[in-house]
């Protein structure tokens, strides 16, 4: 709430000012508080010799009036002269330092000192219309002053149907001055810092709009920013070319209507009322009174400022209708501030409008652009507000997501440490049923075969031997299978080249080895080393019983997608009696099926080369697929 606090407290303070500043401050016992003057109008148009006469005609019918005075003609295009005669008293003798301050004198003049120029300001001429917001402060030559009474008067020279003059004050410099300053920073100064400040504030709206166009507080919250800028801009420069004026005028009309309706749909859109059509009635009407005004290059001006600005009015009031029930609905803290700042808003735009169409006195200054910042600070606030909590809420929902995300985290570990001890235990049920069908096909095979032939009395030592031996390298062979997930080829077959070389030298045979570098350097898994080994050794065992060969060669070549072992002798190939029956080419075969690899056998008088495809997804995680 801190945010709206200070807004509201800026709220109380520029009400405060806003209303102190049209009304004249307590005036010095030094100076005098003009409010009393006498008023004639010159010729309508004034020739241009009439411009510059020091004074109007000897027979003119000199009105007394009551400042602040207004004054009105039916022409806004041609230019026109009017008088004010003023009485006021010096001291004797006259002081040096003799000042006049104007608070409002719109459209310049020249100022006579008991008949002679003493000053003025720029006014109106044939390519140049002026329209000041600031006060004045002119200096009263003390060589054109007499002791006792003194004549001023006043030739104000205009172009616009609305013209005036605001009470005066005469005195001191040093006593006038401090009132001029201060009407100078709340009137001229301040519209300068407002036209900057909503500019800025406005353009950096409109970005973060582009990036969240749904949310259409940011755009109504700019536009109205932007609006107010430009529609300040004419307090800020008060000479223009002629030529200039009216799309200028425009210029102003325009943006007193993007000001107005944007405005309007803000509070529509915070109090989440449809108003679907109602941006493109508020670009309508913002676009028809300056339409109106440039079309008929002046004309319909003041129709532009009573009846298209009362239908402003009309527009506006209906949004603050439907935000005032929206509140009254759902009460809160910040709206209400909001409601506060838009009451004096609009109370100082009616006074301003009032006295701008003459249902009021001429205004000592306009006094909106005091409240319209105001307004647009505590909608600022009312976004910042906000945003800080939509920030506040993200936070709140990625803390909580950070602790659902956590919790979830921890559940997702325990289930997946579950999880790898079933698959632990499968793969452990799995490599004992391997190994048991390893055992059994393989040395439980041959046990019973050795058995059932010595039982029978047909098998003699030697073959008993031989069957004993066999059925050892088979239990080595298990044994190299087993030594565990990944190990290389390499390793596998130098535990099998360390059996066999032996043997095939006791035969006389030769052994040439061709497992080295990448070839031999390839992992493979336990089961598919353990086939791999089996099928060697089967090539080996018949090349060296069946083949009559005198030299083997094993080599192992490593491919893009296979791994090839080839098993080459030097014998007499197929052409020899056929294996013994369940040890020949069939059982090479199907254990190279249950591997997944491809087996080719060639075989002529040269002799027999054995080749073994192995794919290279027997790796060892192809292998745990196959477990599971």
Not at 80 to 108: C, E, H, K, S
Not at 374 to 390: C, K
Not at 460 to 469: I, K, T, W, Y
Not at 525 to 542: C, I, K, M, P, Y
Request: hydrophobic residues 50%; glycine residues 8%.
């Amino acid at each position: 709430m801190r945010v709206t606090w200070w807004s509201a407290a800026f709220a109380v303070a520029i009400a405060a000012g806003a209303a102190t500043a049209p009304a004249a401050a307590a005036v010095p016992a030094t100076v005098q508080h003009v409010v009393r003057a006498e008023f004639v109008r010159g010729p309508d148009p004034a020739a241009p010799a009439q411009r510059h006469e020091a004074a109007p005609p000897a027979d003119a019918a000199w009105e007394a009036v009551a400042l602040p005075h207004r004054w009105w003609r039916g022409d806004n295009r041609t230019l026109a002269t009017a008088w004010y005669r003023i009485a006021f008293d010096a001291p004797d003798p006259p002081p040096a330092d003799l000042a006049l301050y104007v608070p409002r004198m719109g459209n310049g003049g020249v100022v006579f000192v008991n008949g002679r120029a003493a000053g003025g300001v720029r006014a109106s001429d044939d390519h140049t219309q002026v329209r000041w917001g600031a006060p004045h402060l002119l200096s009263l030559p003390q060589a054109l002053l007499v002791p006792g009474r003194n004549e001023l008067l006043l030739r104000m020279v205009s172009r616009d149907a609305q013209n005036g003059l605001s009470d005066l004050q005469v005195g001191p410099a040093d006593a006038v001055r401090p009132a001029w300053r201060l009407h100078s920073l709340l009137v001229y100064e301040a519209a300068e810092m407002s036209a900057a400040f909503t500019a800025i504030t406005g353009f950096f709206m409109l970005v973060v709009w582009c990036y969240r166009r749904h949310e259409r507080l940011y755009l109504y919250f700019g536009a109205g920013c932007i609006a107010w800028a430009v529609r300040t801009l004419p307090f800020v420069v008060q000479v223009l070319p002629y030529e200039w004026w009216w799309p200028w005028r425009a210029l102003y009309f325009l943006a007193t209507g993007v000001f107005t309706l944007a405005m309007g749909g803000f509070f529509l859109e915070l109090a989440r009322v449809a108003h679907r059509g109602w941006d493109r009635l508020a670009l309508a009407w913002s676009l028809l009174g300056p339409l109106v005004v440039v079309a008929s290059a002046g004309r319909l001006e003041d129709l532009v400022l009573r009846w298209w600005q009362g239908v402003l009015f009309v527009l506006m009031g209906y949004a603050l209708a439907r935000f005032a029930a929206a509140l009254w609905r759902r009460p809160a803290f910040d709206s209400v501030m909001l409601a506060i700042a838009v009451a004096i808003a609009v109370t100082l735009a009616v006074l301003d409008f009032g006295s701008a169409v003459g249902y009021l006195s001429y205004a000592r200054a306009y006094r909106l652009h005091l409240g319209a910042p105001l307004l647009l600070v505590a909608m600022g606030a009312i976004l910042t507000l906000r945003f800080v909590r939509a920030l506040q809420a993200a936070e709140q929902a990625n803390a909580q997501l950070e602790r659902r995300i956590a919790d979830r985290e921890h559940v997702l570990a325990a289930q997946f440490e579950r999880l790898r001890d079933v698959e632990r235990s499968q793969a452990r049920s799995a490599e004992r049923h391997r190994i048991m069908q390893d055992i059994h096909d393989g040395l439980g095979s041959q046990l019973v075969t050795s058995l059932m032939l010595v039982e029978h009395g047909q098998a003699s030592r030697d073959d008993v031997a031989a069957v004993l031996r066999e059925a050892i390298d088979d239990l080595r062979l298990a044994i190299d299978g087993m030594e565990g997930e990944g190990a290389e080829l390499a390793g596998a077959l130098a535990g099998l080249r360390h059996r066999m070389e032996p043997r095939l030298r006791a035969a006389d045979i030769g052994l040439q080895w061709d497992v080295a570098g990448e070839s031999g350097a390839t992992p493979l898994s336990a089961h598919a080393a353990l086939q791999v080994l089996r099928l060697v050794q089967e090539a080996l065992t018949n090349a060296m019983r069946h083949a009559g060969a005198r030299c083997i060669r094993v080599s192992v070549a490593h491919g893009p997608e296979a791994l090839r072992i080839e098993v080459a002798d030097d014998g007499r190939g197929f052409a020899s009696p056929a294996p013994t029956p369940g040890r020949g080419l069939s059982n090479m075969r199907r254990r190279a099926r249950e591997l997944g690899a491809g087996l080719s056998m060639r075989s002529g008088d040269d002799g027999t080369v054995v080749a073994l495809s192995v794919p290279l997804s027997m790796r060892p995680a192809a292998h745990t697929d196959q477990s599971n």
